[in-house]
């Protein structure tokens, strides 16, 4: 995909009747020739800019990470307090607020058997893969900037995908950057990069979709 796709593209949205609301972005992924079945994709990927919402962190944390969590993320959790926290009805309201999860690597075990069900089940549990899982000397400030600007992409039952990727009161140029790297870490995920990909679009909220 070049640059001048997502530009053209960019300004034919532009064209579009404006809204009362500021209007994101959203990117579509349509695959071909592939077994969501046998090959399910689900991977993060790192964005070069903000794709336009909030972006909430929660930490499971001891003593050793009490204080910086408190700082970087949107709520930490002390071992102490698991227990107000891991019951049905609070567990399940925390997994719908935040949007990632980090674990101090020691309390795993205590992690999942607490909130395992109700994270689990939206796909949020301490991610490793993702930097998530952590050790008491962790760098949460680095890992929370990186977590408020990563978008999770997943083809598990459907042979699509789809993110936001901007907003519309963002610099065309951020939006482009974000929809170029998105676009090439998923070609370098499927078994046969771009034979893979049907079709790419790119629409607004409430607007038509636009073939890139």
């Known amino acids: 995909m070049e640059k001048e796709q997502i530009q053209k593209a960019l300004q034919e949205l532009a064209q579009q009747p404006k809204r009362k609301f500021t209007q994101s972005y959203d990117l579509i992924i349509n695959l ?6 046998t090959n399910p994709l689900d991977f ?4 070069p800019y ?15 990470l009490a204080e910086p969590a408190s700082k970087f993320c949107d709520l930490a959790i002390k071992e102490s307090d698991f227990p ?3 019951n049905k009805k609070a567990a399940k309201k925390l997994a719908g ?3 990632y999860f980090i674990a101090q690597a020691n309390l795993m075990p205590k992690v999942a058997a607490g909130f395992g069900k109700a994270l689990g089940t939206r796909g949020k549990m301490p991610n490793p893969k993702l930097g998530c899982v952590v050790p008491p000397t962790a760098n949460l400030d680095a890992l929370t900037k990186k977590l408020r600007q990563a978008v999770r992409l997943q083809a598990k039952k459907a042979t699509n995908m789809q993110c936001l990727v901007g907003k ?4 065309a140029e951020q939006v482009l950057e974000n929809i170029l790297t998105i676009y090439n870490t998923i070609v370098k995920q499927l078994p046969n990069e771009q034979q893979n990909i049907r079709e790419v679009l790119l629409k607004l909220t409430m607007g038509k979709p636009v073939k890139l």
């Open 32 to 37: 071909k020739n592939i077994d969501i079945k």
């Open 44 to 47: 993060f990927v790192p964005l």
């Open 50 to 64: 903000p794709q336009g919402k909030v972006v909430k962190v929660a930490a499971f944390v001891a003593q050793e």
């Open 84 to 86: 107000q926290y891991a």
């Open 97 to 99: 607020e935040y949007d």
């Open 168 to 171: 519309e009161d963002q610099p």
